[in-house]
T-cell receptor, first 111, second 117 residues
Framework: GQNIDQPTEMTATEGAIVQINCTYQTSGFNGLFWYQQHAGEAPTFLSYNVLDGLEEKGRFSSFLSRSKGYSYLLLKELQMKDSASYLCAVRDLYNFNKFYFGSGTKLNVKP | GAVVSQHPSRVICKSGTSVKIECRSLDFQATTMFWYRQFPKQSLMLMAT?????????EQGVEKDKFLINHASLTLSTLTVTSAHPEDSSFYICSARPGPSSGNTIYFGEGSWLTVV
């Protein structure tokens, strides 16, 4: 089975830094992905980790520890437009195109 | 860039009727597409894997006779919700990956809101 956990909701202030955590227990692992989803829209790709460590991509960074089954997404210099849900997804070990998603973390950015 | 398109974006149907949602890859061929369902304030739930030229593979708990999937060409997969009930009202999203050369990015369609009344 697949079990992917994220906090339900978080609030942060514009200009600040926020970290969204994700823990997973899956029958197989072939990479962890972070997606952003605005309400009523399709998810868009943010970042990807398959090896342990930090991947930086502009204002967004993602960290992975495979031994701990843990990842986080770090958002810096928060902007109001960053208010969205952030989905953590684990890729299936045997099927590169198959993903299992966490329940998502709704991030509210306030002025 | 690669684009996946869904149609219709919103549909309202009566209980007991069937509704078809299309998922197209616009500038690449996709031998495999994926269908997800998302209830309000919940995450994407993988429903099935659509395989071109063969039967779809359904996730546990998803009724294959209720959610018919047809992947008749390399650019089109359709999801038909048969005998729809109000509890089928949801956001349905498809995804596809262009191929190994595209890296790890998969593309999602715009999603289709289904409301059953």
């Amino acid at each position: 089975g697949q079990n992917i956990d994220q906090p339900t909701e978080m609030t942060a202030t514009e200009g600040a830094i926020v970290q969204i955590n994700c823990t997973y227990q899956t029958s197989g692992f072939n990479g962890l992905f972070w997606y952003q989803q605005h309400a009523g829209e399709a998810p868009t790709f943010l970042s990807y980790n398959v090896l342990d460590g930090l991947e930086e991509k502009g204002r967004f960074s993602s960290f992975l520890s495979r031994s701990k089954g843990y990842s986080y997404l770090l958002l810096k210099e928060l902007q109001m437009k960053d208010s969205a849900s952030y989905l953590c997804a684990v890729r299936d070990l045997y099927n590169f195109n198959k993903f299992y998603f966490g329940s998502g973390t709704k991030l509210n950015v306030k002025p | 860039g690669a684009v996946v398109s869904q149609h219709p974006s919103r549909v309202i149907c009566k209980s007991g009727t069937s509704v078809k949602i299309e998922c197209r890859s616009l500038d690449f061929q996709a031998t495999t597409m994926f269908w997800y369902r998302q209830f309000p304030k919940q995450s994407l739930m993988l429903m099935a894997t659509s395989n071109e030229g063969s039967k779809a593979t359904y996730e546990q708990g998803v009724e294959k006779d209720k959610f018919l999937i047809n992947h008749a060409s390399l650019t089109l997969s359709t999801l038909t919700v048969t005998s729809a009930h109000p509890e089928d009202s949801s956001f349905y999203i498809c995804s596809a990956r262009p191929g190994p050369s595209s890296g790890n990015t998969i593309y999602f369609g715009e999603g289709s809101w289904l409301t059953v009344v």
